[in-house]
């Protein structure tokens, strides 16, 4: 059974970084695409990066572009997000999430695992 554990997150003020990481055990990393996403209070779930098996295509939405990276380590079974600059307006929790497709891209339908999130604070 594929398991995902985000850690990571915290409490921050503006301008901060903090830097997520998901673990993903119980399948082959490498053959899995990655991405992290996140939902406010109130709010529906959003896409903020995804990037294919082999780290070559990523993507993110123009509400994070220039501020957060995604990034793998495959032989750790390890994504990260790091968040840089960090707003208010990106407070909420924070799920990783594996696809078996080539790249997940930005739809939530297209990842079959997820982790149980990392709540993300930011506020001065």
């Known amino acids: 059974q594929v398991q995902l554990v985000e850690s990571g997150g915290g409490s921050a003020q503006p301008g901060d970084s903090l830097r997520l990481s998901c673990l993903v055990s119980?399948?082959?990393?490498?053959?899995?695409?990655v991405g992290w996403f996140r939902q406010a209070p109130g709010k529906g779930r959003e896409n903020v990066a995804a990037?294919?098996?082999?780290?070559?295509?990523?993507y993110y939405p123009d509400s994070v572009k220039g501020r957060f990276t995604i990034s793998r380590d495959n032989a750790k079974s390890t994504a990260y997000l790091q968040m840089n600059r960090l707003k208010p307006e990106d407070t909420a929790v924070y799920y990783c999430?594996?696809?078996?497709?080539?790249?997940?891209?930005?739809?939530?339908?297209?990842?079959?695992?997820w982790g149980q999130g990392t709540q993300v604070t930011v506020s001065s």
């Open positions: 999430a594996a696809s078996r497709k080539y790249f997940g891209g930005k739809s939530s339908d297209d990842y079959h695992y």
């Open positions: 119980g399948g082959t990393f490498s053959s899995y695409a």
């Open positions: 990037l294919d098996r082999e780290s070559d295509i990523s």
